[in-house]
């Protein structure tokens, strides 16, 4: 079965600085990872995911997120974030091949200006 | 392309009432699911479908049931609401890497 951690239940940051979001992930098996951002009184929407090859994985509005293997995390970064980056975001995992999708418990990014 | 609806979007029920959200998707995606979101808990899967007539459980089911009579659309009711159950529901259809979401229908059981 997996699991996934999300480090930091809310990040504030100042506008135009640099964030990173940490995710861990426990799995037996080989994974798809992914991204989801929610922004108030929304769906869920895909930020980015990796499902093989190259390990930085780049999405929209400027994220990017590193695969490690080896510390079977799935680290979100953007280098400077926006008023509107002000959201909530998901890290997910899913077994290669699986139905399901894990969620972890979310992330609050709240950027102040 | 509406993507995936979801109908109700508000609702507010009594203790033992019962009521059916209904899910709709126009991508043809034979995976459909549906998750419940709590302050803190991320998103649970209630129950999800691998394709029409199928349905199955997830990791919270107790006191919900599905359909899935046609591709298109994934039902879930609740025959017996309870406090507990008050919730934001999302709905999701998924290709093999990607989900897509409902705007969500928020609940509330007095």
């Known amino acids: 079965a997996q699991s996934v951690t999300q480090l930091d239940s809310q990040v504030p940051v100042f506008e135009e600085a640099p964030v990173e979001l940490r995710c861990n992930y426990s799995?037996?098996?080989?994974?798809?990872l992914f991204w989801y951002v929610q922004y108030p009184n929304q769906g869920l929407q895909l930020l980015l995911k990796?499902?093989?090859?190259?390990?930085l994985v780049k999405g929209i509005n400027g994220f990017e997120a590193e695969f490690n293997k080896s510390q079977t995390s799935f680290h979100l970064r953007k280098p400077s974030v926006h008023i509107s980056d002000t959201a909530e975001y998901f890290c997910?995992?899913?077994?290669?091949?699986?139905?399901?999708?894990?969620f972890g418990a979310g992330t609050r990014l709240f950027v102040k200006a | 392309n509406a993507g995936v609806t979801q109908t109700p979007k508000f609702r507010v029920l009594k203790t033992g009432q019962s009521m059916t959200l209904l899910c709709a998707q126009d991508m043809n995606h034979e995976y459909m699911y549906w998750y419940r979101q709590d302050p803190g808990m991320g998103l649970r899967l209630i129950h999800y479908?691998?394709?029409?007539?199928?349905?199955a459980k997830g990791e919270v089911p107790d006191g919900y049931n599905v359909s899935r009579l046609k591709k298109q659309n994934f039902l879930l009711g609740l025959e017996s609401a309870a406090p507990s159950q008050t919730s934001v529901y999302f709905c999701a259809s998924r290709t093999f890497s990607e989900q897509f979401f409902g705007p969500g229908t928020r609940l509330t059981v007095l």
């Open positions: 479908s691998v394709g029409e007539g199928t349905t």
């Open positions: 799995s037996s098996v080989s994974v798809y």
């Open positions: 997910a995992v899913s077994e290669t091949g699986g139905f399901k999708t894990i």
């Open positions: 990796y499902l093989s090859g190259s390990t």
